[in-house]
């Protein structure tokens, strides 16, 4: 711990918000990262985790948590405050549910989602942060990287080198049941200034988007358009 406040047990749990911000961490990692006894820093991290301070991730690893992604997407960012207008159209004229996502790390962060009144939905709350490893809006902020990141984000993901190829060709990312068991989604980019800054998606029933119509194409484009101002 760089500093010390007086107050250990803020101290501490500063400690292990900062070594999960940087990647995430199992207890062993925690206690090695930060020099905290394996009992208290088993213990804060659950104290933090009730409160949304610190996740989890597919594999059990200490994250941040969604109140923190939360905090930091509601900064006053042009594409957070058009992403809020903009997933409340897509999911009318889907029909499904929509989301915008940033990467953040090794994780993407919901910035915004909107839910269809009946029907099968995919609830992903705005802060929650979910893997980078599968899905089409994980694919989209991956496909893009440069190389040797791109190299780096393929490890243990449901995806390949070759279906991010496809993506590239295309321009935009299919999954079927690659995050969570009957839920299919399709994701396009969105462009500043060169980079991809974000994914635009939809994800509903498989019985909706096993196929994706050109309709629901044409919709997410018109998203990704507007989101990119």
């Known amino acids: 711990m760089d500093k010390d406040s007086g107050v250990g047990v803020i101290d501490k749990s500063v400690a292990i ?23 208290t820093a088993h213990r804060l991290a659950q104290a933090l985790e009730t409160h949304g301070l610190v996740g ?25 405050a058009r992403a809020a207008a903009v997933v409340v159209e897509l999911r009318d004229a889907t029909g499904v549910s929509a989301q915008v996502y940033r990467r953040v790390g090794d994780q993407r962060l919901c910035v915004a989602a909107a839910e269809p009144a009946a029907g099968l939905r ?10 980078l490893k599968a899905g089409s809006a994980a694919q989209v902020l991956t496909a893009w990287l440069p ?20 993506v590239r060709a295309r321009g935009w990312a299919h999954s079927v049941g690659q995050r969570e068991p009957g839920v299919a989604s399709v994701s396009l980019p969105v462009w500043s200034d060169g980079d991809v800054v974000a994914a635009v998606s939809v994800s509903g029933p498989l019985e909706r988007l096993t196929r994706v119509p050109a309709s629901i194409r044409r919709a997410l484009k018109d998203a990704a358009e507007h989101l990119a101002g």
Do not use: K, M, N, Y
């Not at 995919?122 to 893997?131: E, I, K, N």
């Not at 990141?149 to 190829?165: I, K, M, N, V, Y």
């Open 122 to 131: 995919d609830t992903v709350p705005v802060g929650a942060l979910l893997t």
């Open 147 to 166: 190389p040797r990141e791109r190299s780096t984000a393929l490890r243990g993901a449901a995806f390949t080198a070759s279906d991010l190829d496809q």
């Open 56 to 80: 989890r991730d597919t594999l059990g690893r200490f994250t941040l948590g969604p109140r923190i992604a939360a905090w930091s997407a509601d900064g006053g960012d042009p594409l957070q």
């Open 17 to 39: 918000l900062d070594a999960v911000a940087t990647s995430p961490a199992s207890l062993a990692d925690l206690v090695d990262r930060t020099g905290i006894t394996r009992p």
